[in-house]
């Protein structure tokens, strides 16, 4: 792929076990606390898609929560506050009509182009549709063809 279409993006870091299904579908998620305008506390199911993830957290969209946010365990009164980022590497894929982000591993480069490793679980597929000059959009934008 071309160097231009690859992207740094910044993810927040969240611990596996604070993960849920969430509500009435198989969503994944997590339990957000909240807090009313008279003081009260309340949980809330925040549906993310999950963008990578290491031995021990997964990489979520900085969109869907904001540092301090607490986010729950399930069965448990254990909190954790959205705090840690991390950058992961891909390019924006664009089979579904708009840029989504998907990481890529790269196995090897030079001042052009970059061979990456296809069919990972987070990553491109063969014959996936990318972004070529990744500085012209942003996520979620639609592309019109």
């Not at 549906?47 to 869907?64: I, N, Q």
Request: proline share 3%; charged share 25%; with cysteine.
């Amino acid at each position: 792929i071309p160097n231009s279409a690859i992207v740094e993006k910044d993810f927040y870091l969240i611990p596996k076990e604070y993960i849920v299904k969430g509500g009435n579908s198989s969503k994944d998620g997590f339990m957000r606390e909240s807090y009313g305008e008279d003081g009260t506390v309340t949980t809330e199911f925040v549906e993310t898609t999950l963008y990578s993830e290491t031995d021990t957290d997964y990489y979520v969209d900085t969109s869907v929560l904001r540092v301090g946010d607490y986010i729950c365990k399930p069965d448990s009164t254990d909190k954790f506050p959205v705090s840690k980022v991390g950058t992961l590497v891909g390019v924006y894929n664009i089979n579904k009509g708009y840029a989504d982000f998907k990481e890529i591993t790269i196995l090897y480069a030079n001042e052009e182009y970059s061979i990456v490793k296809s069919n990972t679980i987070y990553g491109l597929s063969v014959y996936d549709h990318i972004v070529l000059d990744a500085s012209s959009v942003d996520e979620d934008d639609f592309i019109y063809e």
